[in-house]
């Protein structure tokens, strides 16, 4: 897989329609690089910032996810986020078993957060 460290964002499109985010970078060396989440079902993005640099794009055990986000998930419930549910043993186990990952988008500085998709691709171009 192709290396994301230390690239800048030069873009990202949220696509709700097509369920897909796309960050153009660029790399230090000038190439660009396409990072792709397929299949999203939410996701949250911080500090958006002209310049931004990636740290690191990581997958996470679900677990971790519904850990962190407990009172996230809890307190957007009532609003069917990121789904319609009842109770949260309901969420994991769809999530699980339609095999969504947990990526989470560290930054050295600016644009951070995380991504609930089911794929994720890194390609040059």
Same mark, same amino acid.
């Given at each position: 897989m192709l290396s994301v460290h230390d690239n800048k964002i030069i873009s990202y499109n949220v696509n709700l329609k097509n369920k897909v985010i796309k960050l153009q970078?660029?790399?230090?060396e000038g190439k660009l690089i396409n990072i792709v989440f397929s299949?999203?079902?939410?996701?949250?993005? /911080?500090?958006?910032?002209?310049?931004?640099i990636?740290?690191?794009i990581e997958k996470q055990d679900l677990e971790q996810f519904f850990y962190k986000y407990k009172?996230?998930? /809890?307190?957007?419930?009532?609003?069917?986020?990121?789904?319609?549910?009842?109770?949260?043993?309901?969420?994991?186990?769809?999530?699980? /078993?339609?095999?969504?990952?947990?990526?989470?988008?560290?930054?050295?500085?600016?644009?951070?957060g995380w991504v609930l998709a089911k794929k994720l691709d890194i390609s040059e171009g």
């Amino acid at each position: 897989m192709l290396s994301v460290h230390d690239n800048k964002i030069i873009s990202y499109n949220v696509n709700l329609k097509n369920k897909v985010i796309k960050l153009q970078t660029q790399s230090e060396e000038g190439k660009l690089i396409n990072i792709v989440f397929s299949d999203v079902l939410t996701h949250v993005f /911080e500090d958006q910032l002209y310049g931004s640099i990636i740290l690191d794009i990581e997958k996470q055990d679900l677990e971790q996810f519904f850990y962190k986000y407990k009172d996230l998930l /809890e307190d957007k419930k009532a609003y069917c986020w990121p789904i319609d549910y009842n109770e949260s043993t309901e969420l994991e186990r769809k999530l699980i /078993e339609e095999k969504y990952a947990y990526y989470i988008i560290f930054a050295s500085y600016g644009l951070n957060g995380w991504v609930l998709a089911k794929k994720l691709d890194i390609s040059e171009g």
